[in-house]
Nanobody
Framework: QVQLVESGGGLVQPGGSLRLSCAAS???????LGWGRQAPGKQRDLVAA???????SYADSVKGRFTISRDNAKNTVYLQMNSLKPEDTAVYYC???????????WGQGTQVTVSS
């Protein structure tokens, strides 16, 4: 079992920055940590992911603006979001996948609102 707790969401103006954090805890060995987001009435989309070894991947919509990182000792993943746009507004969810598993655990989400 894995528990994931996100923090760092809030209201920011277009062009601004936010840093999200997610602390993971539990009994499984976590390989992949990542972030997804969901706007009202929309599907949940994957945003970024990082393996325990540090390999990263990003959705095309956030490449060059968002950076994912992790602290393996603290079991924490971060999402640095720069040059934010109104279309980035969504609930952001942290997720974790165990080694050899296709299934993901998800956190409760944190609201990010980009508006002037």
């Amino acid at each position: 079992q894995v528990q994931l707790v996100e923090s760092g969401g809030g209201l920011v103006q277009p062009g601004g920055s936010l840093r999200l954090s997610c602390a993971a805890s539990g009994s499984i060995f976590i390989n992949v940590l990542g972030w997804g987001r969901q706007a009202p009435g929309k599907q949940r989309d994957l945003v970024a992911a990082i393996t325990r070894g540090g390999s990263t991947s990003y959705a095309d919509s956030v490449k060059g603006r968002f950076t994912i990182s992790r602290d393996n000792a603290k079991n924490t993943v971060y999402l640095q979001m720069n040059s934010l746009k109104p279309e980035d507004t969504a609930v952001y969810y942290c997720y974790a996948r165990a080694l050899g598993s296709q299934s993901a655990y998800w956190g409760q989400g944190t609201q990010v609102t980009v508006s002037s």
